[in-house]
C-alpha cells in the first residue's frame, strides 16, 4: 500500500511555470512506476506523464502525453519518496485537477488512469490567459 499526497497546485498566468509536488508514504518507493493525470471540468481523467524506475540500471524512464510533452518533465527523488511535475510554457487549456498516481511494477508505463491502484486527492491547477 501507498498513500499519496500532491501540494503545489494553484493560480498562474499563461506561459508562466509551476512545480506539483507528490509524496509517497507507506512502503517501497522504488516498487511503483509514478504518473501524474489531470481533470478538467465536464472531462475525463487524462494521461499527462508517468515516470518508471529499475532497481537493475537505477534509472527512469519518462512518458508523456502529446499535449504537454516538451513543456512538462517529471522527476522522482527516491530518497524522499517524492515526484515531481514541473510545468512550463502553461495553457489555459492546462488547468485541471491534476492528480498523482502510482501502480507496480514500478517498470510499467500505463497511461490508462485505470492500471493505477493508488492516488492522491488532486491539487488544482488554474492558469490565466
Known amino acids: 500500500q501507498v498513500q499519496l499526497a500532491e501540494s503545489g497546485g494553484g493560480l498562474v498566468q499563461a506561459g508562466g511555470s509551476l512545480r506539483l509536488s507528490c509524496a509517497a508514504s507507506?512502503?517501497?518507493?522504488?516498487?511503483?512506476?509514478m504518473g501524474w493525470f489531470r481533470q478538467a471540468p465536464g472531462k475525463e481523467r487524462e494521461f499527462v506523464g508517468v515516470?518508471?524506475?529499475?532497481?537493475?540500471?537505477?534509472?527512469?524512464?519518462?512518458y508523456y502525453s502529446d499535449s504537454v510533452k516538451g513543456r512538462f518533465t517529471i522527476s522522482r527523488d527516491n530518497a524522499k519518496n517524492t515526484v515531481y511535475l514541473q510545468m512550463g510554457s502553461l495553457k489555459p487549456e492546462d488547468t485541471a485537477v491534476y492528480y498523482c498516481?502510482?501502480?507496480?511494477?514500478?517498470?510499467?508505463?500505463?497511461?490508462?488512469?485505470?492500471?493505477?491502484?493508488?492516488w492522491g486527492q488532486g491539487t488544482q491547477v488554474t492558469v490565466s490567459s
Open positions: 498516481a502510482a501502480r507496480s511494477p514500478a517498470t510499467s508505463s500505463a497511461t490508462t488512469a485505470a492500471m493505477y491502484p493508488y
Open positions: 507507506g512502503r517501497s518507493f522504488t516498487n511503483y512506476a
Open positions: 515516470m518508471t524506475w529499475s532497481g537493475i540500471t537505477r534509472s527512469g524512464t519518462r
